[in-house]
């Protein structure tokens, strides 16, 4: 027995950062999670489950190999894992100060392994689950700690192996975030997925549970068991090899059922070289003393506003989104409020057009949409007003949508275009022809995307022709039927026998429609709009359409790669960092997007009933989403001033905004603004707590009573270091609480 004890305790090994001690065993397997920051170390680890360091998925039996045996070399920092199909991983471990750093440095017998899964980190916390950049927090104060994993490079994602096009479904999970206070019904339990409400269309009818414990999930990089406990994955995969994936962004939904997609390689990215970073530390310090590091020390992307971290909740600031197209007063109005943007919400869409080579107004900046009293201007002249003000402006693009008309999309499509299956055409055919014979109908019944299945999207390219149809014969020969030839205004072609047939990838209608890139075209598309912004003086982009990124099958891959492209053309340019906001929100877009300002109104936050959606349980869907995911809560465009505004309700939106971590997109007319009795005073109130946010003036104790929203608060400033905050009850200020700079510590 002693020989055996000792040979096992040979093999076994743990590591130390700051905060955490992680014990593994000779299996290579996670035991132990210890949170050392109290004066007893704190066991983290489920008794009835290991986890895994790393594991391997054969994609074609479906398959994950666990390690069987593990190898130590604290000496070279090493660890050797042998699986059960004889696969040899190496993975070179880096302690460091706060965090451990593993990366795969090769595997053996790999053939039939399509990826690698970092994990599932299991744990007992039961509290908040960070299911985007996958972090299990509990935000209790007699334990508050969380353990984390990020990525470390491009190809590793948040997310088991299994996961279909590498971009998780979106829906509900069951999950209490305390049991005492929200109690599951009888007929839930932890860890149930339920779909989205609506008809699949409507993305305002998505949000349909204000239960607590009915929790949206926008990724799978932390999941929840049956009992409520949290665990965490991140995975690489071999995209050097064509694969199909059958995929839906909302699978349970009839309107957004899967298609099938053929998977475009991508020569030399692969997961050797994986790396990830696991983490743990106090809940309330981790954002910036912890993930803050790990982003700096590995190079990780880094945007900035004011010289900040946009994810430092001290840099979250409003934006203004302007309605009622009369700009005369807007970067006035901008400057007063202490806000950095101006959203030009109000002139439309933009496209990927890069037709226009990056010049909105015309190459001589002729066009002058921007409405001013004393004279039109362009986006370049009206951005170089704000400039003088610190202020940039930014416009609304739908992400990579090529619509028809555009560069890219017609009247002469480009050979760039994704595709969802690949044919050959059987029959010779004339311009004139609608009978077109195809050699297999595979999957050729399916409407367009997975996306609404836009019937007028459904088409086929074939040379410089886009062709429409809807269906396909059943027997030999089969046959596309209700052809349309050249559709969107291409030319109708003669096509030669064995020509090849694109079924094409496509968005969605309602004003969307487009067809999506391939790689090397998105690629050249996020330049693009790096153009856009240095030409045009543009700082700013809400991306609608966001999850368009997904369509070509590379999900949280292709959202890094688009960001990084245009994050790194606009670095070459010398210009701040682009700040965006989007559709959606993604472990691809997490460490670029500064903000999540999507939809508004009282589908988000109603003022008047102080209220996380009072239509619809969209606000506090995403509330709780970004809040689990060390992210600015986003409201939406919201809280117009009219002329029935009052100061008392911009003091509670700003409190609100100052205690959650709150950014918003203030609704500015300049007609209406005008109107409004209180401007001056309103526009004073929002930069007095904006400077004091800015200013890391709100401790952790007075944040927790800003969140209330029975309560009600005035702040006034006495000088650039102090403030005086007064609780206002019955309409009657309380006593004085003394704010000052730089006393806050924690997210």
């Known amino acids: 027995m002693i020989l055996i004890l000792s040979c096992a305790n040979n093999d076994q090994t743990n590591y130390k950062t700051k905060y955490l001690d992680i014990s593994l065993n000779n299996e290579g397997r996670i035991y132990s999670l210890k949170d050392i920051t109290k004066q007893q170390a704190r066991e983290l680890s489920p008794s009835d489950k290991t986890s895994s360091l790393l594991s391997l998925y054969n994609s074609k039996l479906d398959t994950i190999y666990e390690a069987q045996s593990a190898g130590y070399n604290k000496s070279e920092n090493s660890i050797k894992l042998t699986f059960p199909n004889n696969s040899v991983a190496e993975i070179r471990v880096e302690p460091k100060d706060k965090y451990l750093k593993f990366t795969l440095l090769s595997l053996t017998n790999r053939e039939d392994i399509e990826g690698v899964q970092w994990g599932s980190i299991h744990t007992n916390i039961t509290n908040l689950f960070g299911e985007i950049i996958g972090v299990a927090r509990d935000t209790s104060e007699t334990i508050n700690y969380a353990i984390g994993m990020l990525a470390l ?17 979106f829906q509900y999970v069951i999950h209490s975030p305390d049991t ?12 149930q997925v339920f779909t989205l409400g609506g008809n699949g269309i409507s993305d305002v009818a998505f949000y349909a549970h204000k239960e607590p414990y009915y929790r949206i999930v926008y990724g799978n990089a932390a999941e929840v068991d049956d009992k409520g406990r949290i665990s965490i994955t991140y995975n690489s995969r071999d995209r050097t090899k064509k694969r199909e994936v059958y995929f839906s962004l909302i699978p349970n939904m009839p309107a957004n059922i899967p298609n099938h997609i053929d998977v475009e390689p991508i020569p030399e990215v692969d997961y ?4 990830v970073a696991l983490w743990g530390s106090p809940d309330h310090t981790a954002l910036m003393d912890v993930i803050h590091d790990i982003v700096k020390e590995e190079n990780l992307p880094y945007p900035t506003i004011k010289d900040k971290w946009v994810k430092d909740p001290t840099a979250f600031v409003p934006d203004v989104l302007t309605y009622g197209k009369l700009y005369d007063s807007i970067i006035s109005y901008t400057h007063q409020l202490g806000f950095k943007t101006i959203s030009l919400y109000d002139q439309g869409f933009i496209r990927a057009d890069r037709g226009n080579k990056g010049y909105l107004d015309g190459f001589n900046f002729e066009k002058k949409p921007i409405r001013l009293t004393a004279g039109n201007v ?13 202020i940039t402006i930014g416009r609304t693009p739908i992400t990579t949508a090529l619509a028809p008309g555009t560069k890219d999309a017609s009247p002469v499509p480009s050979d760039s275009l994704c595709y969802q299956q690949k044919r050959i055409l059987v029959n010779n055919i004339s311009p004139t022809d609608t009978i077109i014979i195809v050699d297999d109908p595979k999957y050729l019944d399916e409407i367009a995307s997975w996306e609404g299945h836009a019937k007028n999207l459904n088409m086929v390219k074939i040379g410089k022709e886009l062709i429409h149809y809807l269906g396909i014969s059943q027997e030999e020969p089969y046959r596309l039927l209700n052809v349309k030839r050249g559709y969107w205004d291409t030319t109708p072609n003669h096509h030669q026998e064995n020509d090849t047939i694109y079924k094409l990838q496509v968005t969605i209608n309602y004003g969307y429609d487009g067809l999506i890139p391939n790689l090397a075209l998105q690629d050249e598309i996020a330049e693009y709009y790096a153009d856009v912004c240095k030409i045009n003086g543009l700082g700013y982009y809400d991306f609608d359409g966001q999850e368009f990124l997904f369509n070509n099958g590379h999900g949280y891959y292709s959202a890094k790669r688009f960001f990084g492209k245009m994050f ?20 691809g877009s997490w460490h670029y997007q500064s903000i999540w300002n999507v939809g508004g109104g009282k589908n988000l936050y109603d003022i008047d009933t102080r209220e996380w959606g009072s239509t619809t349980s969209q606000g506090k869907d995403l509330r709780d989403v970004t809040y689990a995911n060390f992210f600015p809560v986003g409201v939406g465009g919201n ?33 209406d603004v005008e109107s409004c009795p209180q401007k001056y ?12 946010r800015e200013a890391n003036a709100f401790p952790r104790d007075i944040k927790k009573l800003l969140v209330k929203p029975d309560r009600d608060w005035q702040l006034e400033k006495v000088d650039d270091n ?7 009850l019955n309409n009657t200020r309380g006593a004085v609480i003394k704010l000052s700079r730089d006393v806050a510590e924690g997210y």
């Open 153 to 169: 490079n491009d190809n590793t994602l948040g997310g088991p192996s299994r996961t279909i096009a590498d971009a998780a479904p």
């Open 180 to 191: 005492l206070q929200y109690p599951l019904p009888k007929d839930l339990n932890e860890g």
């Open 272 to 275: 050797i070289g994986s790396s």
């Open 378 to 390: 362009s986006h370049k002249e009206y951005a170089d007003m704000a400039a003088k003000y610190g």
């Open 568 to 587: 790194k053309k606009a670095n070459e340019y010398g210009l701040p960092s682009i700040r965006f906001t989007g559709a959606t929100l993604s472990e």
């Open 639 to 671: 809280f117009p001033i009219t002329a029935s505004s009052t100061v008392e309700q911009y003091e509670h939106i700003m409190a609100l905004s100052c205690g959650i971590g709150m950014t918003f997109s203030l609704k500015l007319s300049q007609k």
């Open 681 to 692: 005073d309103i526009f004073k109130v929002i930069r007095t707590w904006q400077e004091a």
């Open 722 to 728: 102090n403030w005086d905050l007064f609780p206002i």
